[in-house]
């Protein structure tokens, strides 16, 4: 909302000494959010009003004319000019030397063909105006002006373009400051100035509205109040210069007296108006009613709608004339052959104006003040007030009487008035009568012990609302500043501190977290390998995506990550090692919502990483975490992963997640030329595997015996296998197991390998003898054996 | 004998100060101090002296006994410390040149400044509560106090599941689960993902991050909203920020509130950053609208509480002078390494 400063000090006055600052800010911090604000005509300056005294030919150009000009000096200045509308006797703007124009422009005098011309005759366009602000004159040519004013006045007041403009947010529950009366309201109240309302008053006398029009209202719903008011004998022409100032200070361009009061009494009242010319209201009767299918409306802006039953519309007996609270109709509206109209001043829905509003794909000032809920009890005062424009400015004659459908309650709405738990509610300690005054100054009384809600404060609707009045006016930064009494069980669940844990570890392995986005397209499904019959692929759809890239909520996070892996290759980062926690979301039946599942993602690629590096940061992240049994097995059959080089991640003998390197093809899917690494691990499933609780094992007070075995083995032996016989074969006294080496080659049968483990024995109550030691090496041998390994010899 | 002994001391001496490393200090310990050595001689012979010679030679031979091993031990320590220095000065190495690094991860910018904020409630009293990102219409919305036909409903263009499943577009559906599933009182705040169908720029994203959070108790006030938050911004701008509470509106709180923290960079006068208003928005709140607490089962007439959210990503942006979202999605490691 734009509000004219000059249009506002018709209601209330203020001081000298508020400058736009002050205002911007008291307005603000008494809850009417300004934007900005700007003084029209600031860019120009040193721009007067001239009279041409004389208009020679430039003796060296056929299209350059010198003028004399009186600018109310001693002298006359001379300037050229290549307009070819100017003459002697002219009142025209002159941009004298050093002078500046809207745009940034700058002015000084110089020579044109040898001719010294001291400034220059301006056009509408330099001035930053359009025909619409002064109908009598043309734009491409030097602005003749019709103006009342002096010789070498400053041209600002000269034509009005002295107002500021105060830019508003006003919140969508206060569609009343949608008006300079409702901020005339706010600014009396917040300056406490008195706010001097005007009761508009209609001399009528040019016949009965009832001989020329009648009006049902079928959907009295949608439409609580519909009032029209006629006038005749309608003499179409421009409105007078003041209209026109204040409606160009609100940012409306001014068309012909008829439209703009409907305009002018919208911003002044907030409640939109509508013109229609009698003469194509067929049967002179305006039916409110749905719309009915296959009915259309071409509306003003020249474009065809069609209309579904669900809208209001305006009609004639046989049409639509209007789309109700939107927008009127090309064919009925206000021409220069109009001789009778109609004033509509009515009230819709919100509901059903937004809805309509948002099907036609139109949006207008009025739809954009209905569709918050406008007050059905200023239709009749902003009727009236068109009507005494209509007179004021000359252009028709007001028929007697309206007709006015009211299905409207006018008892007004009350609340209690409780100052004592508003006190309290508050934190502050204001006596009853300052609380009542504080909401007198904003039209609302107080009775007793009752709070009366004015009709244009639908808004208000509880006790906490009063509050917020009173609490406004009295000033949130007067609110003293207190803490919250009471202690509280505060922190972090146990939950999060295993998730800060989880986080903790990855980062100390060197991984670096990312944020991803938590859908994706559904066509990356493929680009991780994913089998057509695949479960994954049922994800839950978003049915109004911004694109297919991020249309579907993923139920894998691998695409999120290896996107960003790939990101980073493509972007020339040598090695990149990431972590996220990323929530995945599996669907369940169409009105459950789904499953979100938190899982460690990791992935990483460069020199420095290859499996067992990941695997590493698997086995420290489930040593941290205080997992004691888990295990891997080798996963085959995962398509997004190197078939030999993946591996399930079980926990209780439960697969909770799976590791690898990337399959090459899923690789080539994301361009990434490089062996990548990733893992997926359900963080859920983790946090619920048994985690016993850290005891103290008291520090052994015996040597250890340690002993080395080099183990020859068919390679194809994992050794898990041989690390399961040694320790099931050595029973307690194993303290420690370590494989050091694996050797292949030279001395080494082909298709066999060497493993070379540590082995550290210990008894907690003695020192075990070399016989003990020597005895459980023979176990292990005798182990090892069954299962086809033998000590390298 | 006197003659000898002095002799003895004087040679000593004279010996010791050549010597220059510790084989040759052995060789004269041996040789003056040592069983075979030069003053084991002279005092075999102390048994030829008269009674009252033989006190006098005594104490003398002792005193040049105890000067003897002093000196030596002396000139030990000496060439120890020399051979020392030499060895020091050999290990001497370059400490310009760079330290090895072990590879230490990065946490996300978001995450800093989540974390950070995290910490100031939990400080407190205040506890973490998270909730369903696909959520109940129901819940984003309507037990919220915005209707289906709600105006405000436009200014959040929301992601659809179903009619009744949505993209939650704010974290305040957490505080309707909270406040059915608790008792007041009730102190948490609800970190979290939003989703707004927002094309991707600059400034925008269809997904970030807000933090809400929820007082509910007997006798809480405005005045400890004001509290609360007032002491949330000096622990995260700084004890000497200015704050100011202006109104505004939101359909879930009553009275509302937005705060501005005085700009830091013109300090309020108008500048570039703050767009010429001297301040910054940095989160809307209010009290608790006694519709939400009602539909949560919560009587209004006895307990009050207060609400607040803030988006993330924007205290993100404007704490490290980010001036493109985008990367903060984008996870371009020469971007997280810089954090």
């Known amino acids: 909302m734009i509000l004219s400063m000059k249009w506002l000090s018709e209601f209330v006055k203020l001081d000298d000494s508020v400058t ?13 959010k300004v934007e900005g604000w700007e003084k029209e005509g600031e860019e120009i300056s040193n721009v007067i009003v001239g009279k041409i005294l004389s208009v020679e030919k430039h003796p060296d150009s056929d299209h350059l004319v010198i003028c004399q000009l009186d600018v109310g000096k001693e002298e006359p200045v001379q300037i050229v000019t290549g307009a070819s509308n100017v003459n002697a006797g002219d009142i025209v703007p002159v941009a004298m030397d050093k002078s500046t124009l809207p745009g940034g422009v700058k002015i000084t005098k110089g020579k044109l063909r040898g001719v010294a011309s001291n400034g220059m005759l301006c056009s509408l366009g330099e001035l930053g105006l359009t025909s619409h602000d ?43 400051c949608l008006s300079v009366i409702g901020l005339a309201r706010e600014t009396a109240a917040t300056f406490d100035k008195p706010l001097e309302l005007h009761t508009p008053v209609v001399k009528g006398g040019a016949g009965n509205i009832t001989d020329h029009l009648s009006v049902e209202v079928q959907n009295p719903e949608l439409c609580p109040r519909y009032i029209a008011r006629m006038a005749k004998n309608i003499k179409i022409g421009p409105s007078p210069r003041w209209m026109r100032e204040r409606l160009r200070a609100s940012g409306v361009r001014p068309i012909n007296n008829i439209v703009d009061i409907t305009n002018y009494v919208m911003l002044e009242y907030g409640q939109p108006m509508h013109a229609f010319d009698h003469k194509f209201v067929a049967g002179g009767k305006i039916v409110v009613r749905n719309a009915k299918d296959g009915e259309s409306i071409t509306t003003l802006e020249g474009v065809e709608h069609k209309l579904t039953p669900d809208m209001l519309a305006i009609c004639d007996i ?20 109009t001789n009778m109209i109609v004033f509509e001043s009515a009230n819709f829905k919100g509901s059903s104006v937004r809805l309509t509003s948002k099907a036609l794909g139109l949006r207008t000032e009025s739809s954009a003040r209905f569709e918050k809920g406008l007050d059905p009890q200023m239709c009749m005062a902003a009727v009236n007030r068109a009507c005494e424009l209509v007179e004021l400015l000359g252009a028709g004659e007001v028929l007697d009487g309206c007709i006015d459908i009211d299905n409207t309650d006018h008892t007004p709405h009350t609340i209690p008035f409780t100052p004592d738990w508003m006190n309290g509610f508050l934190g502050i300690d204001i006596p009853a009568e300052q609380q009542a005054a504080y909401l007198e100054k904003l039209d609302i009384k107080v009775e007793g012990d009752k709070v009366i809600v004015p009709s244009f404060r639908a808004d208000i609707e509880d006790k906490a609302d009063v509050a917020e009045e009173v609490a406004r006016m009295y000033g949130y930064d007067k609110i003293p500043v207190t803490t919250i009494s009471g202690m509280a069980r505060g922190g972090l669940t146990d939950r999060q501190k295993f998730d800060r844990l989880a986080e903790q ?72 090692a990431l972590y996220e926690i990323a929530t995945e979301y599996y669907p369940k039946s169409i009105d459950e919502l789904p499953d979100e599942v938190p899982q460690i993602m990791m992935g990483m690629y460069g020199a420095k990483y290859d499996f067992y590096t990941l695997k590493g940061i698997v086995e420290i992240l ?41 399959h090459p093809k899923v690789c080539q899917n994301y361009e990434i030329g490089t062996k990548t690494y990733v893992a997926r691990i359900n963080a859920d499933l983790l946090y619920a595997a048994e985690r016993p609780e850290v005891e103290y094992t008291p520090l052994p007070k015996f040597p250890a015996s340690a002993r080395d075995l080099a183990i020859l083995c068919d390679d194809a032996t994992p050794v898990r296998d041989l690390e399961r016989a040694i320790r099931s074969a050595s029973g307690k006294l194993l303290e420690k197991l370590e494989l050091f080496d694996v050797y292949r080659g030279k001395q080494i049968e082909e298709g066999k390998k060497s493993v070379a483990y540590n082995l550290v024995l210990r008894a907690a109550d003695r020192t075990l003898t070399v016989e003990e030691a020597d005895n459980v090496v023979k176990k292990v041998l005798k182990a090892l054996d069954a299962i086809g390994a033998t000590l390298r010899s | 004998m006197k003659g000898a002994l002095e002799n003895i001391r004087v040679t000593a001496r004279e010996q010791l100060a050549a010597a220059n490393d510790l084989a040759r200090l052995e060789e004269l310990r041996v040789s003056l101090l040592g069983k075979k050595g030069e003053l084991t001689a002279i005092l075999k012979q102390m048994g030829k002296l008269s009674a009252e010679e033989r006190p006098v030679i005594g104490q003398l031979a002792n005193q040049v006994r105890a000067e003897i091993e002093q000196e030596l031990a002396d000139r030990m320590a000496e060439l120890k410390d020399a051979a020392m220095n030499a060895k020091l000065e050999e290990e001497r190495i370059d400490v310009t040149m760079p330290g090895f690094k072990s590879m230490i991860g990065k946490t996300h910018p978001i995450s800093l400044v989540l974390d950070e904020m995290k910490d100031i409630f939990i400080g407190m009293g205040f506890s973490i509560v998270a909730g369903p990102e696909v959520e109940l219409d129901e819940y984003n919305f309507e037990k919220l106090n915005l209707p289906k036909d709600h105006p405000a409903r436009d200014t959040q263009d929301t992601f659809y599941i179903t009619n009744n499943i949505l993209l939650r577009t704010q974290t305040s559906p957490v505080q309707v689960r909270t406040m059915e599933k608790q008792a007041p009182p009730i102190r948490i705040i609800s970190p979290g993902r939003v989703f707004r169908s927002d094309a991707v720029d ?29 002491l949330f911004v000096k622990k995260l701008y700084g004890e000497d920020s200015v704050v100011r509470f202006r109104p505004h509106h939101f359909p879930f709180t009553e009275p509302s509130a937005e705060l501005d923290v005085m700009c830091f960079n013109c300090h309020g006068k108008g500048c570039r950053l703050c767009k010429g208003e001297g301040w910054i928005e940095i989160l809307g709140c209010g009290m608790v609208h006694p519709k939400v607490l009602r539909g949560c089962g919560i009587d209004p007439d006895v307990y009050s509480g207060f609400a607040f959210g803030m988006g993330v990503e924007r205290i993100v942006m404007r704490k490290y002078n980010i001036d493109d979202l985008r990367l903060l999605f984008e996870n371009d490691l020469r971007f997280l390494d810089q954090f």
Request: some cysteine.
């Open chain 1, 505 to 576: 570890t990855m980062l100390s392995c060197g991984l670096y977290e990312i944020y991803t986005y938590s859908f994706i397209s559904p066509k990356y499904y493929d680009k991780i390998n994913l089998p057509a019959d695949s479960e994954l692929r049922r994800s839950v759809t978003i049915t109004n995506p911004l694109g297919e890239d991020t249309s579907v909520m993923r139920t894998t996070a691998l695409p999120s990550m290896l996107e960003v892996l790939a990101r980073n290759y493509n972007n020339r980062n040598a090695s990149a």
């Open chain 1, 134 to 176: 002064f109908p009598y004159a043309i734009e491409d040519g030097i602005f003749i002006m019709q103006e009342d004013c002096k010789i070498g006045q400053d041209i600002q007041s000269a034509i009005g373009l002295d107002d500021t403009k105060v830019e508003f947010e006003i919140t969508p529950n206060r569609p009343d």
């Open chain 1, 20 to 32: 736009s600052r002050d205002y911007a800010e008291a307005l603000t911090l008494s809850g009417s």
């Open chain 2, 202 to 230: 600059a400034t925008h994203s269809p997904l970030f991050h807000q933090m809400e959070g929820l007082v509910v108790d007997k006798g809480v006030t405005m005045a400890d909203l004001k509290g609360t938050l007032e």
């Open chain 1, 622 to 662: 489930m040593d941290r975490l205080g997992i004691q049994n888990w295990d891997v097995e080798p996963q085959h059959d995962n398509p997004t992963f190197h078939p030999g080089r993946c591996a399930d991640l079980l926990v209780d003998g439960k697969v909770v997640g799976v590791f690898g390197e990337i």
């Open chain 1, 318 to 337: 046989e049409k639509p004339s209007a789309v109700a609270g939107v927008m009127g109709g090309e064919y009925s509206g206000i021409n220069d052959e």
